[in-house]
């Protein structure tokens, strides 16, 4: 991971709402991951975009376990 790489997104997890800062690595490219709410431990889907030509950082879309983000 570099460290220059990554972009802090400020989320709500999807099943409690509890807001967090989340890191997003975007030196892999657009990806998907998971990552567990730090307040109530549910996994989260992450969705991450980057733009393939400049390797901008576009956005995160989050969701529950079971959703198709």
Do not use: K
């Not at 892999?28 to 989260?44: F, K, L, N, V, Y």
């Not at 992450?46 to 959703?67: K, P, S, W």
């Amino acid at each position: 991971m570099n460290e220059e790489m990554l972009s802090s997104v400020a989320v709500n997890c999807p099943y409690c709402s509890s807001g967090f800062e989340l890191l997003v690595d975007v030196s892999q490219g657009s990806h998907a991951t998971w990552e567990d709410c730090p307040r109530c431990c549910a996994p989260i889907q992450v969705a991450v975009a980057v733009n393939e030509m400049n390797g901008d950082f576009e956005g995160i879309n989050i969701g529950r376990d079971d959703d198709i983000v």
